[in-house]
């Protein structure tokens, strides 16, 4: 038997670490039903109860869908009484999102970054 200890690295994940995480979000997002409850959130919390009347699908499948944006760490939710409020996690949607379009188009990352500063300055 060795007396090997296994050293956990805590610094930033691995690309491949990183795009199997993200994978989960694409998954998420590949439903339409999903991409609505992301873009409700958008204003703030919402109740469960809220969120099913949106739509003209079962409340158990509104819950199913919640439960894929939260297990992949896209909303959060918190029980105020009787109530489960969901939350955007608008940074994870967006380091998920913006990791996939400078892997893929790394040069229009830049020129809107360029453009969002040029009109910045202009303003």
């Not at 409340?59 to 959060?76: C, D, M």
């Amino acid at each position: 038997m060795s007396d090997h200890t296994e050293h956990h690295d805590l610094g930033p994940p691995s690309r491949q670490a990183a795009e199997a995480d993200d994978a989960g979000v694409f998954r998420a997002l590949a439903d339409p039903t999903r991409r609505q409850i992301l873009t409700d959130l958008r204003d703030g919390e919402l109740a469960a109860g809220e969120i099913a009347r949106r739509f003209s699908i079962s409340a158990p499948s509104i819950s199913r869908h919640l439960g894929v944006l939260k297990g992949a760490g896209l909303v959060t939710e918190r029980r105020d009484g009787n109530r489960i409020l969901y939350s955007l996690v608008e940074d994870r949607l967006a380091t998920s999102v913006g990791r996939f379009l400078s892997a893929v188009c790394p040069e229009q990352i830049v020129l809107r970054r360029t453009t969002w500063r040029d009109k910045g300055a202009a303003s």
